[in-house]
């Protein structure tokens, strides 16, 4: 079992519409948790930051912890077409800098 | 934000040479950096983490004389890439610590091709 799971996806959908990504992991050491985004070709952009469970928001970018279910998740409300990229979740212990990243879910957001 | 520069973005080599790629953090000292290695559609991997002033600490199954990385500054640091190999053609990405928290601060990625 990997120790982050994330649905690779392919996501697609409309203009406007909500994307809803998650990921799940295994071990409970993990303490903070990041998402990212990744263009085709370049590297990855940290989108959000969290170390505690509940929700974090950054304009049209909500991200949610649940620490007792071990589930992140990541909102983008009215999508653009420029939304369109790879997104990773990632997530480290506090005993070292290491992150763990998810497999990353290609997001495509149609005009 | 903080700005993590990474060069050259792509280079073609042939085999037997060796490649050197370096990492720097533009905006903010760095005393730690990490060095990644990610496969087409693929997530990142993890090959070494970089210390300032210290060794590096290279990842289980990552080969030390095959991937020679150097930290000699708090805002730079170099990938080597010896005897390159067609095996060895990837995109390689370094990313620098928030030196206030436990975010990572990514370069743009070499993509290396080796013929």
């Known amino acids: 079992q990997k120790e982050v799971e994330q649905d690779p996806g392919p996501l697609s959908v409309p203009e406007g519409a909500i994307v809803s990504l998650n990921c799940t992991y295994s071990?409970?050491?993990?303490?903070?948790f990041m998402w990212y985004r990744q263009y085709s070709r370049k590297g990855p952009e940290l989108l959000m930051y969290t170390y505690s469970s509940g929700n974090k928001e950054d304009g049209r970018f909500t991200a949610q912890v649940d620490k007792s279910s071990k589930y992140i998740s990541l909102f983008i409300r009215d999508s653009q077409p420029s939304d369109s990229a790879t997104y990773l979740c990632?997530?480290?212990?506090?005993?070292?800098?290491?992150?763990?990243f998810g497999a990353g879910t290609t997001v495509t957001v149609r005009a | 934000g903080a700005v993590v520069s990474q060069h050259p973005s792509r280079v073609i080599c042939k085999s037997g040479t060796s490649v050197k790629i370096e990492c720097r953090s533009l905006?903010?000292?760095?005393?730690?950096m990490f060095w990644y290695r990610q496969f087409p559609k693929k997530s990142l991997m993890l090959m070494a983490t970089s210390n300032e002033g210290s060794k590096a600490t290279y990842e289980q199954g990552v080969e030390k004389d095959k991937f020679l990385i150097n930290h000699a500054s708090l805002t730079l640091s170099t990938l080597t890439v010896t005897s390159a190999h067609p095996e060895d053609s990837s995109f390689y990405i370094c990313?620098?610590?928030?030196?206030?928290?436990?975010?990572?601060?990514f370069g743009a990625g070499t993509r290396l091709s080796v013929l």
């Open positions: 071990n409970s050491a993990f303490q903070y």
């Open positions: 990632a997530m480290g212990r506090s005993n070292d800098y290491k992150l763990s």
């Open positions: 990313s620098a610590r928030d030196p206030g928290g436990f975010g990572q601060y």
């Open positions: 905006d903010f000292q760095a005393t730690t």
